[in-house]
């Protein structure tokens, strides 16, 4: 015990000192390379745009525009800007002329602040520095007080960074001080539950944490025009009509005269837009939500009879989002228990962490709306459809066996009424229903019980969700994909073979875009060019940018049981065909690639976890190499996920909470 408390107090001590070095560099930089203190001269400078200086040397900013500083003649490492305060984040791009290069300028860097006292930014002058010009975004609107070259920032320490880091590395200290990297997971001991309740709590905070817009409840009947309301809230109010058609107000006439009402150009060039109906599915002269029920019927209903109030889009996603952390845990430990995987301990919850991280729920719960709460939901029933059916598979009890399998047909059922497409991935259950409803080593009487628990609600679930497409678009199968007022008439989107490879690419392959602002990582816009039609492309990346999903390679290293691998290879032949189907039918999204995360993540985390547990035969060293390997996999993985809840498609957190968001910020800073 001496020794571990040693230990501790050593590493306190030297994060202490790497702590004090870090936050204060900037002072250290200036005093160590001898650069003066020099107030900004702002008679020299030009202002262009909307930027204005001011008699008393202040400058306005309040758009797009520039503002360049000469004859500053000095040598130059930071620049810091006084500011007034305002609660918003601004950028601008830097550029700087010196010694080094006095007639062309060179840029420095893009930079971004919450006005507010003094902000200090990296400029380092090739011998003197000779101008320096700042051109501010569109969306600039404060006011600079002063502007000072080389002005030491005063001391600085950040509590909550050097305790992280020391948490993290006490916590290393301890498993190698007491072996922890050999406790093997028991699922009926307190230590490995301890584990996991602590990894969900976690996660329900980062939960918390990227819920920011639209949180709180709205009174029904609605007040404002229906228009205005988010698309399940429109599908709630069509409902309680007793419709499926919304309730939006549009020119049905306007519509039926055009060509094709599904061609956004011509929309634009008669209509003057799409307006309020965009992503809507318009369909013999009424609008219909495409998108998956199950939200509204599971979450919205139910609290709106309890207290008459309906849940705004933020509080719809939080719910399924929270639901989802103990769906995905619930699954990974039923796979666990049915295929006997006992690893390391603490492997097991940060498997579990990188699962749960990497099926991208907290990515999709930060960009709040049907098309992410959709995916969500899938996600949410997927993996209760996985867990109800291992632990149907492995109940003792038939009572309790066919209570699962009653739960896992109205999961599958609520998979298709939230997201078709995630319901294929049911066949890498197959064995698992192949043993409860045709081996031959149970009675004919329990294999009927089965069929019949799992059949009759699967069939009436089945025929809701046919008799919900016929009474909205004519077709029990027509989930209404063709309908869509989007960017193109989506019936002309062809599977064609030639869009495998590039599904491929920017399913699987693509990275995300390395950026030197935090978070570091962003959605990355990459167009292939081969695609030979409309075909819509956003910034995105692929599964294999998070770690963990490449343990499907360890497939074939598996210990022979041919109906776990059946199932392995099956979920990873399924995403391949997914990712195919909607790259032909959709286009190139990261909720796209959400519709792969889960099933591939959670294929390979029990991959990796199963090729640890063999580590168990090798010496204490080769255990341990193999853990930590294994765990910074996993780490990893959650690391890349988590900076997609700081930079996504609407930068809700960067946008809305940007205190929130430059906390975090400044961890790095």
């Keep these: 015990m001496k020794s571990f408390v040693r230990s501790l107090f050593i590493l306190f001590t030297v994060l202490c000192v790497a702590e004090l070095a870090f936050a204060n560099r900037q002072s250290i930089a200036i005093a160590l390379g001898g650069a003066d203190t020099v107030a900004a001269d702002m008679t020299n400078a030009t202002a262009t745009g909307s930027v204005s200086v001011y008699s008393d040397g202040t400058v306005s900013v309040r758009g797009k525009g520039s503002l360049k500083i000469e004859n500053v003649d000095a040598k130059t490492l930071y620049v810091t800007l ?72 005063p001391f600085s320490f950040n509590v909550v960074r050097l305790l992280i880091l020391f948490a993290a590395g006490a916590f290393i200290i301890a498993i190698l001080k007491y072996r922890l990297f050999l406790r093997q997971y028991a699922p009926d001991r307190s230590p490995a539950n301890a584990y996991i309740a602590a990894a969900l709590l976690v996660c329900v905070v980062f939960t918390g944490l990227s819920t920011v817009k639209a949180v709180g409840f709205d009174k029904y009947p609605f007040t404002k025009p229906m228009a205005e309301y988010d698309e399940y809230s429109q599908l709630f109010d069509a409902f309680i009509k007793g419709q499926t058609n919304l309730d939006i107000p549009f020119d049905p006439s306007a519509f039926a005269a055009l060509d094709n009402p599904y061609d956004y150009y011509e929309r634009r060039e008669k209509l003057g837009g799409t307006g309020d109906l965009w992503d809507r599915a318009y369909h013999n002269g009424k609008l219909y939500c495409y998108f998956g029920a199950a939200p509204v019927l599971l979450i919205y209903m139910p609290i709106y009879l309890v207290s008459g109030y309906v849940p705004m889009a933020g509080t719809a996603t939080f719910i399924p989002t929270v639901a989802a952390i103990f769906a995905l845990t619930a699954a990974f430990l039923a796979a666990l228990r049915h295929y006997g995987i006992k690893p390391p ?86 064995p698992l229903y ?26 009436v679930g089945a025929f ?28 002309y989107n062809t599977v ?3 869009k ?78 997914v990712a195919f189907f909607d790259m032909c039918k959709a286009g190139v999204h990261p909720r796209y690639v959400a519709d792969i995360a889960f099933p591939l993540m959670f294929i390979g985390v029990l991959t990796l976890l199963e090729l640890a547990q063999y580590a168990s035969g090798l010496s204490e060293r080769a255990r341990r190499h193999v853990f930590f390997a294994v765990n910074t996999v996993f780490v990893l993985t959650v690391i890349v996920a988590a900076a997609f809840l700081f930079a996504n498609e609407a930068d809700n957190m960067y946008n809305l909470s940007p205190r929130l968001f430059g906390f975090f910020e400044k961890l790095f800073a």
């Excluded at 192949?434 to 069939?459: H, Q, T, W, Y």
């Design 496 to 498: 064609s073979l030639y």
């Design 464 to 491: 809701a969700v046919m008799a919900y497409n016929i009474a909205r678009f004519g077709s029990p199968f027509d989930f209404g994909n063709n309908y869509q007022l989007t960017f193109n008439d989506t019936s």
């Design 434 to 459: 192949i043993d409860l409803l045709f081996s031959k080593k149970r009675a004919v009487a329990e294999k009927l019980k089965n069929l019949a628990a799992f059949g009759v609600p699967l069939a």
């Design 345 to 430: 301990a603490l492997l097991v919850t940060s498997g579990l962490a990188a699962l749960i991280c990497g099926s991208l729920i907290f990515f999709l719960n930060a960009h709040p709306s049907m098309y992410y709460n959709a995916v969500l939901s899938g996600i949410l029933f997927l993996s209760l459809t996985v867990s109800f059916s291992y632990r149907a598979a492995d109940a003792g009890k038939p009572a309790w066996r066919m209570a699962y399998l009653v739960l896992a047909a109205l999961s599958a059922v609520f998979t298709v009424g939230s997201r078709p497409t995630l319901l294929l991935f049911a066949l890498m259950l197959a």
């Design 82 to 153: 006084n500011t007034k305060k305002y609660s918003h984040y601004y950028t601008f791009s830097l550029y700087k002329t010196d010694d080094a290069s006095s007639i062309n300028r060179v840029f420095v860097g893009k930079n971004r602040f919450i006005p507010g006292g003094d902000s200090i930014f990296g400029i380092t002058s090739g011998g003197n520095l000779h101008s320096v010009t700042f051109e501010f975004d569109t969306h600039s609107l404060f006011t600079v007080n002063s502007i000072t070259f080389n002005q030491k920032p």
């Design 500 to 577: 495998f490879f590039p599904a491929i690419y920017h399913y699987f392959l693509q990275m995300p875009a390395v950026t030197g602002m935090f978070p570091f990582l962003e959605l990355n816009k990459v167009s292939l060019d081969v695609y030979r039609e409309y075909t819509y492309t956003y910034g995105s990346f692929g599964v294999f940018a998070l770690p963990a999903s490449l343990g499907i390679f360890g497939i074939p290293s598996l210990r022979s049981d041919k109906a776990k691998k059946f199932t392995y290879v099956s979920a990873v032949a399924v995403a391949v065909a």
